[in-house]
């Protein structure tokens, strides 16, 4: 076991985790919360990263926008 801090890595806790922690919850693919249900901005950005890389727009998409609620720092 790899322990939580990079639950997505072990198949186990991957299928433990609840659907909700996934951008595309059917196949339990993009991660984007921490194992203590916390919004990861890391994982935000790996999940825009390879929804663009392999042309998941609806994905991209939804990352993006949790990601610039979530994350993006107020510019001011």
């Not at 639950?7 to 433990?16: A, F, M, V």
């Not at 985790?17 to 059917?26: E, Q, W």
């Not at 390879?50 to 994350?71: F, M, P, S, V």
């Amino acid at each position: 076991m790899l322990g939580t801090g990079n639950w997505w890595d072990d198949p186990d806790l991957r299928e433990k985790a609840p659907s909700d922690y996934f951008l595309d919850p059917s196949s339990r693919r993009y991660p984007y919360k921490t194992w203590e249900g916390q919004i990861s901005c890391e994982r935000l950005k790996a999940a825009m990263s390879l929804a663009g890389l392999h042309g998941h727009r609806q994905i991209y998409d939804r990352a993006k926008k949790l990601y610039e609620r979530h994350c993006k720092e107020e510019k001011e």
